[in-house]
């Protein structure tokens, strides 16, 4: 263990049996990358009753994080939090009853434990019941609840919630929640959720929900598109190949839809493999050169040197 940033005896009161020590260890040393030794104390902890440090080390188990990945022991330590009113845990439990993990799967059972976190105010839980009264898994289907949990966890700054929120307000028809629907999309956005980045900056683009913005489309698509995501980097690509909104640019097409390539994205390969045989017809080396900006459907090719 490098004990480098460990305050003077915290080490040694963890090992005397201290349980805020081997906790305080348990966050320091998962924080530091060293899962094996922080599920070792957060173990020292969690059985002398921590809450804390019983959801800790339940979501190690979750996850395989330093412990072997077990969902009998993940599901055992989260009801020892729960036993203890740890909200975090009562919606946890509720994750492995929807995805049937070492219990069998139970939609139901899930809602249940969602709600009770939930109404504690846990913003994950709100927004994991939100989804099935949205696809009336284990209760009745219920739009408008759905959209009532979203909201909820939303203003909790769940950023999931908030571009969940956005899209089903989005989906609808009531003309005048589109507004709301785009302000949601956009703090989601703004929070770096790349899924909520590429849904306002295609919005934005075709202008059909809200006003037409191709500056701030092309904005938050780039933005998405840095974080890898592929629907985004076609479109950008698409939008460089043709001009929209910026002059048009080859190479910066290429270079979007590579990326989307890349990913398997069928279009963006579909894409690029439509340009390289247009720039072989055109006698252009289509790897080994960068393409000067130039006027739609005219691209012209510029070799590298050397």
Known sequence: MDRQNIPPGVLELAQAGDMVAQEWLGDHLRNQGDHEQAGAWYEKAATQGSASAQ?????????GRG???????????WKKAAEQNMVRAIGSIGILFENGYVVTRNPGEAARWYRAAADQGDAPSSWFLGRLYQQGLGVNRDRELALHFFRRAAEQSHR???????????????????PEAMEWLRRAAQSGHEAAQYMLGITLLRGR???RNVREALHWLTQAGERGHAMAQFELGRMYWRGIGVLPDVGRAKHWWKMGAAQRHVPSREALQRLRRQMQGAGI?????????TVVGQPAGRRRRG
């Open 55 to 63: 959801y800790n080390l339940g979501w190690m188990h979750y996850h």
């Open 67 to 77: 412990v072997v990945q077990d969902y009998a022991r993940c599901m055992y330590w």
């Open 160 to 178: 999931s919630a908030q571009y969940t929120l956005g899209l089903s307000l989005l989906a609808g028809h009531v003309r005048e929640r589109w």
């Open 209 to 211: 929900r809200a006003p």
């Open 285 to 293: 080396d289509f790897e080994q050169t960068d393409f000067a900006p």
